[in-house]
């Protein structure tokens, strides 16, 4: 079992950066694939971006390759996405999540087995 806890979000304005964490409790943190999704007011849960157990495959959403960075600390237990060049409609809530191995799909949510409760991510104009 494994509890993921998110912190780092915040107001920036356009053009900003934030660095989002996720800390994990649990001894098993690198058997886990770990991504980030996000949810806007009216849309459905969209993937950001995800990394491998080892840290090795790195996975991203169009939308924001080039901008965010994901990055692991398997000694830490945490998982990290860098936000630069951030835009209006970055603006969502973040949620850190984390996979078994079994039936893994890095963009689809719905094969993620532990979730976070959330961050708030507003980017103004």
């Known amino acids: 079992q494994v509890q993921l806890v998110e912190s780092g979000g915040g107001l920036v304005q356009a053009g900003g950066s934030l660095r989002l964490s996720c800390a994990a409790s649990g001894r098993t943190f690198s058997s886990y694939a770990m991504g980030w999704f996000r949810q806007a007011p009216g849309k459905e849960r969209e993937f950001v971006a995800a990394?491998?157990?080892?840290?090795?495959?790195?996975y991203y959403a169009d939308s924001v390759k080039g901008r965010f960075t994901i990055s692991r600390d398997n000694a830490k237990n945490t998982v990290a996405l860098q936000m630069n060049s951030l835009k209006p409609e970055d603006t969502a809530v973040y949620y850190c999540?984390?996979?078994?191995?079994?039936?893994?799909?890095?963009?689809?949510?719905?094969?993620?087995?532990?979730w976070g409760q959330g961050t708030q991510v507003t980017v103004s104009s």
């Open positions: 990394i491998s157990r080892s840290g090795v495959n790195t």
């Open positions: 999540a984390a996979a078994a191995i079994r039936a893994y799909s890095p963009r689809d949510y719905r094969t993620y087995d532990y």
